[in-house]
């Protein structure tokens, strides 16, 4: 069964970096093996929602996203191909924080290719997300239930992503967590 497109008056979106099949497979693994140096506590991310977002849009009418589409489709038809590269696996963005992720460096790349979406927001009159000085790419592999029982968490993670393409996602919330589907996807060339 596909999954159906919201049709709502507004919907709660974000634009990122989808993963392909064999870089979910490979953060499914990282995933893996942290489970016994993390409290079991945690609430594995399944790997069909694993992404690296660029911008959070926030809720947005179809309208809006659709115009936004757009835009992108036309900012992004020379846009290449690149990889990034993984530092760690961390509590995000600090020990403190419910958040287990793989941080990813960020690459002139990547922050040129978000520049590039803010842009276009900005154009297509979207105002109100994060700034550059906040960017930290990464991917979420988990969330603790608790916030006191995150620990410090920091192992090393020598990967590469090849960025292929970014999407235009919403966000259903479900009784199980979050629930991700691409509304839009612009592929990159490859060099």
């Given at each position: 069964?596909?999954?159906?497109?919201?049709?709502?008056?507004?919907?709660?979106?974000?634009?990122?970096?989808?993963?392909?099949?064999?870089?979910?497979?490979?953060?499914?693994?990282?995933?893996?093996s942290?489970?016994?140096r993390?409290?079991?506590?945690?609430?594995?991310?399944?790997?069909?929602?694993?992404?690296?977002?660029?911008?959070?849009?926030?809720?947005?009418?179809?309208?809006?996203?659709?115009?936004?589409?757009?835009?992108?489709?036309?900012?992004?038809?020379?846009?290449p191909?690149?990889?990034?590269?993984?530092?760690?696996?961390?509590?995000?963005?600090?020990?403190?924080?419910?958040?287990?992720?793989?941080?990813?460096?960020?690459?002139?790349?990547?922050?040129?290719?978000?520049?590039?979406?803010?842009?276009?927001?900005?154009?297509?009159?979207?105002?109100?997300?994060?700034?550059?000085?906040?960017?930290?790419?990464?991917?979420?592999?988990?969330?603790?239930?608790?916030?006191?029982?995150?620990?410090?968490?920091?192992?090393?993670?020598?990967?590469?992503?090849?960025?292929?393409?970014?999407?235009?996602?919403?966000?259903?919330t479900?009784?199980?967590?979050?629930?991700?589907?691409?509304?839009?996807?612009?592929?990159?060339?490859?060099?």
């Open positions: 069964m596909g999954l159906e497109l919201s049709t709502a008056a507004t919907i709660r979106s974000f634009i990122g970096i989808p993963l392909t099949e064999s870089d979910r497979q490979l953060c499914e693994t990282l995933a893996a942290m489970k016994s993390v409290p079991s506590s945690v609430r594995w991310v399944a790997g069909d929602n694993f992404h690296i977002t660029l911008l959070f849009l926030g809720n947005q009418s179809p309208v809006v996203l659709d115009a936004l589409a757009s835009r992108l489709s036309l900012t992004l038809a020379q846009q191909s690149f990889d990034l590269h993984t530092k760690h696996i961390s509590t995000f963005p600090d020990a403190k924080s419910g958040i287990l992720a793989l941080e990813l460096s960020p690459c002139a790349e990547l922050l040129l290719l978000r520049d590039k979406i803010q842009q276009a927001a900005l154009k297509t009159g979207i105002r109100d997300f994060d700034s550059h000085s906040s960017f930290r790419p990464h991917i979420t592999l988990g969330r603790f239930r608790s916030r006191t029982e995150t620990g410090i968490c920091n192992t090393k993670a020598a990967c590469q992503f090849r960025v292929q393409s970014v999407a235009l996602f919403e966000s259903v479900r009784a199980g967590g979050a629930q991700y589907r691409t509304r839009f996807k612009f592929d990159f060339y490859s060099d």
